[in-house]
């Protein structure tokens, strides 16, 4: 009887917080043996100035003959159009980063007139995973205007955050 209230509980805990791991998108190509699985898309903001800047994450898991490669993909939307640095920041909650510096933000887009889109793909090492996995996120810091001036997101203070959500499912793209 204790396990299946257990169950029941951890059932209700997916159901509260809408998450599930068939939640995952698979994508199977024939041609290369590639199996891509792919997490749902979480959403923050960041004030930058007077501008509100948008990031959107999801996680992948991409399948090979070897070893499985997971990264996460950001996209930044702001009305900004001189992102001239590089890099990105992960804060866990022991206080341990996860850092890579030389990552380039990609522009896709935009104009003076409009919101201007930047995208970024960060490979994440096994050991990173186990990082994030054992510790939680709490701050994401991109270094995209220059090294003076970066665009922190707080995106790991609640159960229900980004942060909570997407370690969540790249613990679910690992048991895939």
Not at 30 to 36: I, Q, R
Not at 54 to 68: N, R
Request: glycine letters at 6%; proline letters at 4%; charged letters at 25%.
């Amino acid at each position: 009887m204790k396990k299946l209230a257990l169950i029941i509980l951890l059932l209700g805990s997916h159901i509260v917080s809408g998450q599930s791991c068939s939640d995952i998108k698979t994508v199977s190509d024939s041609f290369f043996n590639v199996n891509t699985h792919t997490s749902p898309v979480l959403t923050s903001d960041a004030q930058v100035d007077d501008d509100k800047t948008t990031f959107k994450v999801f996680a992948v898991k991409q399948t090979f003959e070897l070893e499985p490669e997971y990264s996460l993909m950001f996209t930044l939307t702001t009305p900004f159009i001189d992102f001239e640095g590089h890099g990105v920041i992960i804060l866990l909650e022991d206080g341990s980063k996860i850092e890579k510096p030389q990552l380039k933000m990609l522009f896709e887009g935009g104009s003076e007139e409009t919101v201007c889109k930047y995208s970024i793909k960060m490979v994440i090492e096994k050991e990173e995973l186990d990082l994030l996995l054992k510790n939680g996120i709490t701050n994401l810091r991109f270094f995209a205007f220059d090294s003076e001036h970066p665009v922190l997101f707080n995106i790991g203070d609640q159960p229900d955050s980004p942060g909570a959500k997407l370690l969540f499912y790249l613990n679910c793209l690992r048991n895939k």
